[in-house]
């Protein structure tokens, strides 16, 4: 599976971006597809999920009510739309798939199996 991840860029806190992430390949057995990010200097955390058959999403509290997670089972592509943002979102985010039948949890990001390349979102104050 191949994630190609775009529409990060620099603006203002209180803007918004959308980010889209594009699956290839055996796209037909991933479960979930999860958002994490990960600023400088600490670890990667969990952002959204969403479930490929089906529409439960996730989120983490932090961005619960500001983010939104979507899918497009036809394109094959989920997006992240990021509304009211604040400095603190600033990260590079990462998309990923998860192919498991059995796992721990969608907010684990060692239960993913593939991963996008990242990219660069930048909110100033």
């Known amino acids: 599976v191949q994630l190609q991840a775009c529409g990060g860029g620099l603006v203002q806190a209180g803007g918004s971006l959308r980010l889209s992430c594009a699956a290839s390949?055996?796209?037909?057995?991933?479960?979930?597809m999860g958002w994490f990010r990960q600023a400088p200097g600490k670890e990667r955390e969990f952002v959204a999920a969403?479930?490929?058959?089906?529409?439960?999403?996730y989120y983490a509290d932090s961005v619960k009510g500001r983010f939104t997670i979507s899918k497009d089972n036809v394109k094959n592509t989920v997006y992240l739309q990021m509304n009211s943002l604040k400095p603190e979102d600033t990260a590079v985010y990462y998309c990923a798939v998860l192919m498991k039948t059995f796992f721990s949890s969608v907010r684990n990001a060692n239960e993913y199996d593939y991963w996008g390349q990242g990219t660069q979102v930048t909110v100033s104050s």
């Open positions: 969403i479930r490929w058959s089906g529409d439960s999403t």
């Open positions: 390949g055996r796209t037909s057995i991933g479960r979930y």
